[in-house]
């Protein structure tokens, strides 16, 4: 069961979807989700013959601009900045979660390397 679960999640990076039914997919324009990659702000595949193909991963990430824009009404300059921030916040996240693995793993063997030395 572990590895179906890494199977779905590795579909969500999936690129599968092209221009016109992920902008039906989210409700926008195919030209707005053009607007978007021109900016940086997704990024979607390309396939052998340069069709732009988005990911359920992408797609999460255009409705996320799309509530931020429509229903916050922020700007796509403030969107750009909101969404590296989540980014940053998000690597820095795992980099913590790495560390603390790390340091559990240095204190046990501190504590068996202590246990050694009493008996």
């Not at 021109?38 to 996320?64: C, F, H, T, W």
């Not at 601009?65 to 009404?73: A, F, M, N």
């Amino acid at each position: 069961m572990g590895n179906m679960l890494f199977f779905e999640m590795d579909r969500d990076d999936e690129p599968v979807y092209v221009i016109s039914v992920a902008a039906r997919m989210v409700n926008l324009h195919p030209q707005t989700l053009r607007t978007y990659e021109l900016m940086g702000l997704v990024k979607p595949a390309r396939s052998n013959g340069n069709i732009r193909l988005y990911s359920q991963s992408d797609i999460e990430k255009l409705r996320q601009i799309q509530r931020l824009t429509d229903e916050l009404g922020v700007n796509l300059a403030g969107v750009e900045v909101i969404l590296h921030m989540r980014q940053m916040i998000e690597q820095m996240q795992r980099d913590m979660e790495r560390m603390k693995r790390e340091y559990e793993a240095e204190i046990e063997r501190l504590r068996r390397q202590a246990e050694r030395g009493q008996s």
